[in-house]
């Protein structure tokens, strides 16, 4: 069984950025989309971002263009997601999450992180 | 893209069915036969149990299915066990190739 392993939890000022790393612990990494979906303390999952490896770019949800990038190391197997100009309202568990089967954007996250809390305070 | 909208509870005694709604909209759940749902308890990751509309990962129980009519997909959890206790999430494909998640439905069992 696949796992996914993120980096350990943040504190950040805002105004400033956070990247976050993702690294499957098996399985073929360029043939798989990785996502990234935040959730705020008592909120529900919110979409931000995906990339396919093998391509190099990402795809983002309206809100966060601009503000996130989506990237995966080839080299280390390692996916990341950068978001910058935090502020309050970013303080958040992010997972990364293996989209199912392959290499397509129809295919849901499947596979989640454990989560990374970033926590955006002065 | 508009978060898709789903009932902030529902409840159910053991053994009885639920069932939750996902509404959406001509660009996502309308469009596409791309929905799944997840399960979520606290402090843990969510758990994928449904995708394309109605088909069940390996190893999640078949006391979980899905089925969609137009703009709404639906999640019935049949026989309710304690452990279905959870807040579920569904999601859609959209046709600005992204992914939207409904508000979440928390799940009681009386």
């Known amino acids: 069984q696949v796992h996914l392993v993120q980096s350990g939890a943040e504190v950040k000022k805002p105004g400033s950025s956070v990247k976050v790393s993702c690294k499957p612990s098996g399985g073929a990494f360029n043939s798989y989309v990785f996502y990234w979906v935040r959730q705020a303390p008592g909120q529900g999952l919110e979409w931000m971002g995906g990339i396919m490896p093998i391509f190099g770019t990402g795809i983002y949800a309206q809100k966060f263009q601009g503000r996130v990038t989506v990237s995966a190391d080839e080299s280390t197997s390692t996916g990341y997601m950068e978001l910058n100009s935090l502020t309050f309202e970013d303080t958040a568990v992010y997972y990364c999450a293996r989209g199912k089967d392959g290499g397509s954007y129809y295919n849901p996250p499947d596979i989640w992180g454990q989560g990374t809390l970033v926590t955006v305070s002065s | 893209q508009s978060a898709l909208t789903q009932p902030a509870s529902v409840s159910g005694s053991p053994g009885q069915s639920i069932t939750i709604s996902c509404t959406g909209s001509n660009s996502d759940i309308g469009h596409y036969d791309y929905v799944s749902w997840y399960q979520q308890h606290p402090g843990e990751a969510p758990r994928f149990i449904i995708y394309d509309v109605n088909e069940r990962p390996s190893g999640v129980s078949n006391r979980f299915s899905g089925s969609k009519s137009g703009n709404t997909a639906s999640l019935t959890i049949s026989g309710l066990q304690a452990e279905d206790e959870a807040d579920y999430y569904c999601?859609?494909?959209?046709?600005?190739?992204?992914?939207?998640f409904g508000g979440g439905t928390k799940v009681t069992v009386l």
């Open positions: 999601s859609s494909f959209t046709t600005t190739s992204t992914w939207v």
